[in-house]
Nanobody, 119 residues
Framework: QVQLVESGGGLVQAGGSLRLSCAAT????????MGWYRQAPGKQRDLVAT???????NYANSVKGRFTISRDNAKNTVYLQMNGLKPEDTAAYYC?????????????WGQGTQVTVSS
């Protein structure tokens, strides 16, 4: 089993910055993808950014140039540095780890951390 614990959310004014962290514990395979997703009230959960263990990164267009994802493989921890925050970034942010069991992929989710950006 895998457990994910996020931290770093909060309330910030527009234009401000926050840094989210997500630590994974349990049976973590060397090859995996970690990422951040967000969900605003009444909306679907959307991808923010993902990063593989090899460092391959993918960003949603809405956050390119403002958010930076990184990870520490030794600590099984992924980070999301968020700069230039906008009110539309307000959402619950969830960490996800994806890894393969043979040919079957499995996703694990954190409990979420709230980010609120005031205008």
């Amino acid at each position: 089993q895998v457990q994910l614990v996020e931290s770093g959310g909060g309330l910030v004014q527009a234009g401000g910055s926050l840094r989210l962290s997500c630590a994974a514990t349990g049976t973590i395979f060397a090859i995996n993808t970690m990422g951040w997703y967000r969900q605003a009230p009444g909306k679907q959960r959307d991808l923010v950014a993902t990063i593989t263990n090899a460092g391959s990164i993918n960003y949603a267009n809405s956050v390119k140039g403002r958010f930076t994802i990184s990870r520490d493989n030794a600590k099984n921890t992924v980070y999301l540095q968020m700069n230039g925050l906008k009110p539309e970034d307000t959402a619950a942010y969830y960490c996800k780890l994806h890894q393969l069991y043979g040919t079957t992929g499995r996703d694990y989710w954190g409990q979420g951390t709230q980010v609120t950006v005031s205008s």
